[in-house]
T-cell receptor, first 112, second 113 residues
């Protein structure tokens, strides 16, 4: 049982490039989330999903897109990366609403 | 606006001390509150979850309490150890639909041998 895994662990992009971050969970959780963590700002929710085929916007969705084609995977896309998207990105999942969220190890992204 | 605040931002204690970490939140109509631990360069580890109807939760040397009326939660760590050194984050859920968590900035704890 690997829990929540994220790919890649580190990435450096140039402004304007695109990339996709992959989150996978093997706990059969319905809910999945993408957060970003920035110094002085804490963790903020980007997008989330309440089940396969569904997505919704969080606090800071601009510049990101997501897809949940399979229950176990939640993808976060950056179509045209900007330096303001330099951050550490965390994926999380939970079985339901009133239970704990479990986090992945994070992806450190730098946009130059 | 729904906000979560953790004070102090950093705390240093000698090994063996009992300590309390604080979390305050605006809007007492919370759904639940969760405490996390984050080690440097790592992800978040879930520690305790308190539902809005509960007053406290315990796990080993950790005890989390919740006082909704005053908008406060505390995380009590008994007999602290150097291995407890980490950043502790408090997160509040206010809605019962998407499960969105609002995080505090965290308290960085250092336990000195």
């Amino acid at each position: 049982n690997a829990g929540v895994t994220q790919t890649p662990k580190f990435r450096v992009l140039k402004t304007g490039q695109s990339m996709t971050l992959l989150c996978a969970q093997d706990m059969n959780h319905e809910y999945m989330y993408w957060y970003r963590q920035d110094p002085g700002m804490g963790l903020r929710l980007i997008h989330y999903s309440v089940g396969e085929g569904t997505t919704a916007k969080g606090e800071v969705p601009d510049g990101y897109n997501v897809s949940r084609l399979k229950k176990q995977n939640f993808l976060l896309g950056l179509e045209s990366a900007a330096p303001s998207q330099t951050s550490v990105y965390f994926c999380a999942s939970s079985y339901g609403i009133g239970v704990m969220q479990y986090f992945g190890p994070g992806t450190r992204l730098t946009v130059t | 606006k729904q906000e979560v605040t953790q004070i102090p931002a950093a705390l240093s204690v000698p090994e063996g001390e009992n300590l309390v970490l604080n979390c305050s939140f605006t809007d007492s109509a919370i759904y639940n509150l969760q405490w996390f631990r984050q080690d440097p360069g790592k992800g978040l580890t879930s520690l305790l979850l308190i539902q809005s109807s509960q007053r406290e939760q315990t796990s080993g040397r950790l005890n989390a309490s919740l006082d909704k009326s005053s908008g406060r939660s505390t995380l009590y760590i008994a007999a602290s150890q150097p291995g407890d050194s980490a950043t502790y984050l408090c997160a509040v859920r206010w809605d019962n639909q998407g499960g969105k968590l609002i995080f505090g900035q965290g308290t960085e704890l250092s336990v000195k041998p």
